[in-house]
């Protein structure tokens, strides 16, 4: 029972830690900022969820428009097929083109935004 509770108290305190240090904003980011506020708030208004979609975007593609996986491209790694089909959703969104970061935000706010 005493190494269980030690266990558990090690844990907290690393847990502890971890939120304590300081959070760090890619530099890479900043460049697409506006970009993304500005199609977040026309898709969703101002209350439009932004911290959550560049929390998205940094998750799949680290903010670099050449990223690639196996199955999509770009800057929110969007998969052929839905890049496909997000312009019959959402017309502004534009033809398909991965290497686009301004059609990569649009598709990934008009996605987000999708029931």
């Given amino acids: ?25 890619p530099e890479a980011s900043t460049r697409y900022r506006l970009a ?6 026309a898709r969703f208004g101002l209350d439009a969820p932004i911290a959550r979609i560049a929390a ?16 999509a491209q770009g800057l929110s790694q969007v998969t052929p097929p839905t890049a496909a ?5 959402c017309p502004e969104v534009g033809p398909p083109d991965p290497w686009d970061a301004g059609r990569s935000l649009r598709a990934i ?5 999708c029931p």
Wanted: proline share 7%; hydrophobic share 50%.
């Fill in 1 to 25: 029972m005493k190494r269980l509770i030690v266990a558990i108290t090690l844990v907290a305190a690393s847990t502890l830690a971890a939120a304590a240090s300081p959070v760090r904003i």
């Fill in 36 to 41: 993304l506020e500005r199609e977040a708030v």
């Fill in 56 to 71: 998205q975007i940094h998750a799949e593609s680290t903010w670099e428009p050449t990223a690639e996986s196996p199955y």
């Fill in 85 to 89: 089909w997000l312009p019959t959703v």
């Fill in 109 to 113: 706010t008009c996605y987000d935004a």
